[in-house]
């Protein structure tokens, strides 16, 4: 039994003593024919408790101690879920970050894995013991605890499966797979049994929100086969697999979206080479993630510049860009913040034209606004009022018939 | 200013983010004439949260994951100070028993300091910060996390103080000093404003409650003065003095009580050399305190052995003893579960005989019935029913004049 499994288990997985004690059962089982490693979140609740905490001493308490502080949810959650598997005879230990040295960047919230040990986690296993690791955390060099993002738990266990050579990394959540589109919104939207990584990446990246980006990469760069399933009803979820997907599959896989966008327009700077990079640089040193970026045609040497950010990071990117209007000499700061995100999504997009103005012709038809447009190899990103989000994602899952 | 205080703030203290903001002040304040470390416990509630999500994984759960659940509390208040402090200006880092080395036996629940690396504490502080140490707990050799028992915080603190060469430690509590005796149920127990060592160690291990007896052993040893003091309201509270207290200042200078014991009664035990200690020894191995011990004298061979524990060590002290019953060959166990302890506590008591036949009038005209006594040199201790206590106090604190 030398094969390898590393189970994730999300914040709603283990949210109460039950579903606790639920998935100790579904470890046990995996434990029967293989040798488990488990990742798990905080309890689900119990970091907004300890992010209204921190609030409490202001709206931009010390990352450092912040990090500190939300670090403890999983530290919970591992010990709890270690007793509920000794309460059905399995032996297993919890393990944080630090115990497991697993190092990160100094970059608190933000935190990215540099290297793990994997020395006590096949020490456990040589035991026959199951170990349990604080999913979401690490530290630095000099031995602070960082959190590396929401969801970064996922992340963990995709470099903890990288690490010890796991066979598969299995990602328990609250859904039963990867579906064409959110079937809240469209409720003909249809499970994938299987999905390809760049898929993935780019429906991650767009809010697919069932896994988080970093984590897609991280297995796509070590090629760590990842299953995303629930661990509140049997199924075999959705594989997110290394091989390309066969072309016949379909042209669009399925469409992503994301609320709680902001829009920033710098009107009328000036065209000159390396505007772009003084714009973004700032940003990327702020750790502020920039998503889709959109530059005019430049009119008698003044250009539009325009970006996406997720709200979360409103205050900070106001902040730089405010300090960059002097330098940048632009003429007004434009900022949006009911907008969204819509993208059609699938490596069949490649070899395709006519993708793009099928979908621009759904949205027209149902007299959706866009805003900004975004093209890669396998995706169409648009740009839309927030309040436009439900229609325009219902028009497009429709008009691609990805409910056949 | 070289000067070292390390404050202690106990979970009442840090109970909400009101209180926690009180005590950053009270931290500011003594960091401008010194240097100051502060210890913190859990919020108040807070352990006992994580103690009740253990127990739904089975009433015995693992002591290391139990240890590795319940430190989680002092990571989150101590992070919480931190960043109260920061919003009044205060620099101040949290942490952790690990970041500071504090490392400990490895006897869960109730492990015992070790040694403490000062470094990171004086980098801290020769860097203006204030650290801000987790309270309660350490680390095992192999990186384990280990607790200290109820109220190790205290200890944490003494330990501290007396590695860094602190002036003093003071011990913040919600009672403003110690009392002669409990002023809920004596109303006219009068605040004493110094006690000695030798004292405060007697009313600690007697129930005082208001530090830990390890503690003062530790301040004891390492000649750390202590003061407890409240932090709810300004106050010299009372000085553990390192000195010997005038001995014209009173034969008894207090009177502490403990409910919530028990008594273990081996009848008919072979009275053979080495009794005690085959009965005392795997009790001691299963980290189990016993209190009072009284040994009757032998008939016939056999003898009574009684012991009292606290009733938080029933179910282990329980299976030990029942362990033993083959090979001592005991003819009865008598279980006694509504036993209460009081003591009269002084360090003038040395020299004057007439104290316990002074109490035992006391009591007899309160028709308090005495179920075991045992003395020291400046305490006498006495056992009796639980639901005595009160009437015991009075009578004891009335008769020796402690409200003058």
């Known amino acids: 039994m030398s094969n390898i499994i590393v189970q994730k288990f999300g914040g709603t997985s283990l949210g109460t003593e039950e579903r606790i004690a639920s998935v100790a059962k579904i470890v ?63 032996k297993a230990k919890s393990y944080t970050a630090s115990q497991i040295s697993m190092k990160t960047t100094n970059s608190y919230s933000k935190a990215r894995i540099l290297e793990v040990d994997g020395k006590k986690i096949q020490d456990a296993l040589d035991e026959g013991i199951v170990p349990i690791i604080t999913g979401f955390q690490g530290i630095t060099e ?25 066979e598969r990394c299995d990602i328990y959540t609250d859904v039963d797979g990867i579906y064409t589109t959110d079937p809240r919104v469209v409720p003909e939207a ?22 988080q980006i970093r984590a897609v990469e991280f297995a796509n760069k070590y090629k760590v ?15 997110i697999s290394l091989e390309e997907k066969d072309m016949e599959n379909g042209l669009v896989s399925g469409i992503a979206f994301q609320k709680d966008q902001m829009k920033y327009t710098l009107h009328g700077v000036s065209d000159t080479p390396g505007i772009a990079y003084a714009i973004l640089g700032p940003l990327s040193d702020a750790n ?28 900070s990117t106001t902040t730089v860009i405010k300090k960059l209007k002097d330098s ?3 003429d007004d700061l434009l900022i949006d913040s009911n907008i969204a995100k819509v993208s059609l ?33 396998i995706k169409i990103t648009i740009v839309i009022e927030d309040s436009s989000v439900e229609t325009a994602v219902k028009a497009l899952h429709n008009s691609f018939e990805l409910d056949k």
């Open 28 to 90: 046990k089982e995996a434990s029967q024919s293989a040798n488990v490693i488990v990742v798990v979140s905080a309890m689900s609740g119990e970091t907004n408790r300890l992010i209204k905490l921190a609030k409490s001493f202001g709206d931009d308490p010390s990352k450092r101690e912040f990090d500190a502080l939300i670090s403890t949810g999983e530290k919970v959650s591992a010990a709890l879920l270690a007793m509920a598997l000794h309460q059905i005879d399995v």
């Open 142 to 166: 000099s031995g602070d605890v960082t959190t590396l993002g929401r969801g970064g738990s996922d992340t963990t266990a995709v470099a903890i499966a990288a690490q010890m050579k796991a």
């Open 190 to 211: 249809k499970k994938l049994d299987t999905i390809t990584m760049e898929e993935m990446l780019e429906m991650a990246g767009q809010g697919a929100k069932v896994i």
């Open 225 to 239: 086969p990842v299953r995303v399933l629930s661990s509140f009803e049997p199924g075999d979820g959705t594989l």
């Open 288 to 315: 502020i993630e920039v998503d889709v970026i959109v530059q005019n045609v430049s009119v008698n040497g003044k250009t539009d510049f325009t970006f996406t950010v997720s709200k979360e990071d409103e205050i």
């Open 328 to 330: 940048l000499n632009f």
């Open 345 to 377: 999504v699938g490596v069949g997009m490649r070899s395709h034209a006519g993708i793009a103005s099928k979908a621009f012709k759904a949205l027209s038809e149902n007299e959706v606004n866009i805003l900004m447009i975004s093209t890669s190899e």
